[in-house]
């Protein structure tokens, strides 16, 4: 039930956008306990907290990179706007995520 509610409020109201974002902060908004949704992230999603929300930035900096409106943004502009509070964080995580630096995702797509 928790992760329904999770999952919702993620792609509903995007909290993950707020670069700051913290567990208590969406703990609080669900009415759980810090610990409690901490294991449900865990044990059903099988990722940590930074993990979990990094995913959602992901996707959406890919969604925007994605949408021919936003070639006027950098890749870091786009980044920071998707919740992303560093340059270097960024790069890692996207390419954790994707197997590709955001460069590289950006020129795959440009040759399609």
Known sequence: QVLIQLKSYMEEKKPYLQDQLTLPDVAI???VSINHLSQVINELCHQN???FIN???VDEV???MKDPK???YSL???AHDCG???KSSFNRIFKFHTG???SQFKKSLNSV
Do not use: M
């Open 29 to 31: 908004h669900l009415h």
């Open 70 to 72: 936003n070639e006027v």
């Open 84 to 86: 992303f509070g560093s």
């Open 55 to 57: 995913a959602y930035r």
């Open 62 to 64: 890919k969604r925007k």
């Open 76 to 78: 870091l502009s786009i």
């Open 49 to 51: 907290f930074f993990e």
């Open 100 to 102: 590709q630096t955001p």
